[in-house]
């Protein structure tokens, strides 16, 4: 072989045309990234889910053995009061007798009904389950009622606000360990941990209401009108559940629902993203109205069009940045710079509260001033840098237009935008960077991303219907992604607003 | 200072090993390019080149524990992606089509339509040739070639010097001459 043919062959080798990466390809991607990525990982998940079976058992073996010693130590006093204590009460619940005959003596020895009343409240503990009391020492439950108002109360109410009392502590106690230590997450601490605390003080409302009413009443005469949700505690500790009462949550919800809702905010970033600005503009643009341009919030009408990934992400945050030239009058210098968040998608119950997906977020966008001569924020006002906290399901994008300077080279830098923030999960700090260089404007307008397309098509569209006229252009470009994707109902609300402003507007 | 945390690559891939899924994400941002490009050139075709780089990263994640970090990620990520190529030729009945392989996706600035089409068969013939040498040489002139690995990485995760990588490229050249010759009328 001569050297010059095998040049040439290794030239046919080295070039060769190789297209963008498809649209999507990189979300597709990432949407496969198993959740516990290494076996490190998992091993460290594994062991800290033993540690923690193990503490358990640990506690439970000291609890046990403090009982069976307690029961030896205070056999020969106890004994003879067993004998004097009400006839109906279980053998296999010796030990509580027991301890609660020793104390109602100790009160007021002449008082037999209270201390037998004393004797049902231990019994339904007891049957509970050793489990149930095992975390008494995490979450302790609420100090007891003065004796005489414990005396004036039904034993049905007592045993219910003690059941609840116990219930919420395993709660306090096992799911903040469970979901904190093992699944890794920390919504279980930080999100769930104001819920638990308002089950903790609405079950101890449940259990002061009746009291009042029922003081005055002889605890035998009239059974006590026990609300339905305290008598299903009652009903799931005697057969022995640890579960939360069914009625807990719906309490919450009623109770503080309102209070506690994180629904979705109309701006992040100072950018406004309320879907509501389309609804209304559209709905005068369909009754032969134009706008009035004070009203033209071109955020929100960005947001709308940009609207949520293809994929939503399954969770943490991710940063989307493209550049592209203008989609209309591009004269060559003009671009515009697109940057996106996006958080994670999450299923939210009616009345829900979104749960925090990150906090302490940062947005840095750098433009650099070597090539671009002059930008502005499209929609105005300049976005803020920092939120305290982003809320899972929540899509903001933020656009710049961009005049650059002439004879950029591809490798230049034109902006760089960074994201930072620490994430609820892993309570780490990420940062995210992207570079958008010189030749990430060399194609057209046109091989941008559909969601880029979308959302500086609609930031023209709502500038232009700010000021006067409108371009025909915007209404053909946005006809033409309409009919690219009829399934699109954004492009197409696009579309019809851009028509209708062009036809019925002016 | 909110300086990017993964400056280096070992860095990332430590984060990446502790589970760090935005460590995981920034990964395939900075390499799933570069894998397409070179997967692409290995079939021709845009959407399955797609797929293989998905398939490629689905296998990185569960190979990610044995990655010894001697090499660098990339030349990693090419030879899972090679060996996740080769297994898709080898399917039965996704074999794919050598002889006639789609025309790039070119952008609209690109040559005309005749000098495309010229282009684009004397790519596939020559990406034919290719497939045609034996196994070694074949890996080495693609990961050479095709994905830009250096001699030097090539030999390290072939396990050989690289004046060996040097004579599998010459005999490569030599067997790829004939085979072209041998296709001119």
Redesign the interface.
Known sequence: ?NSK??AE??R???I???????EG??E???A??????????ERQRISSSVAFSMRVAASLILLFTSVFVTLHLLEPRGAAKRTSMAANTAPALVPAVTRYAGRAKAADSTAAQPAEEEVRLEIAQDVAGPAATAPASVAPPPPPPPPAARRAAPPETQVAASESANEVGVEGGVVGGVVGGVA?GMIGGSVQEPARTQEREEVSRMAAVPEPDFAPVPPQAVPAPVPASARAAREDARAGTMTITAAAPSIVSQAFGDELSLGQPKSVFGISVDPAVFQDIRAELQNGERPAAGRVDVDALVNYFAGAPARPRR????LEVEASPAPVAADGDRAILRFTVDTAKVDVPARGSVPPVATDV?L?VDIDQKTVESFHRIGGRPAAGHEAMLLHNISVTGLYELSLRPHLKATDRIATV?L?YR?VD?R??????RVIRGRDLA??WA?ASRRHRLASLGAVWSETLKGTGIDIDIARRAEELATQNPRDERARDLANAANASAGGGG | M????WFDERTLLDA???????A???L??RT??AV??SV??LCGD??LA?DL??ET??KA??A??GFDGRSQLFTWLYRIAYTTFLNHVRRPRRMTSLDEPEA?????N?PGADEVLS?AE??GR?RKA?MELPEDLRFT?TAH??SGLPVKEIAQIENITTVAIRKRLHRA??I??TI?DEEVP
């Open positions: 072989m043919r095998r062959l290794q046919k080798l080295s060769g045309e190789v297209p963008r990466p498809p390809l990189a597709r991607i990432k496969d990234i198993p959740k516990y990525l290494t076996a490190e990982t890794g969770r943490g945050v991710s940062r840095d960074r930072t994430g892993d780490r700090e990420h940062s995210v960077e194609g057209d091989r | 909110r300086e990017r945390a990446v090993r502790r589970g760090d899924e935005t995981a994400e920034e395939v941002e799933y390019s397409f490009a692409f050139r845009s959407d797609a780089t998905q990263y689905q994640w569960g990610l524990p790039p996706d070119v952008p609209d690109s282009d004397e790519a020559l290719v002139v070639f095709w050249f030599s790829l001459e072209l």
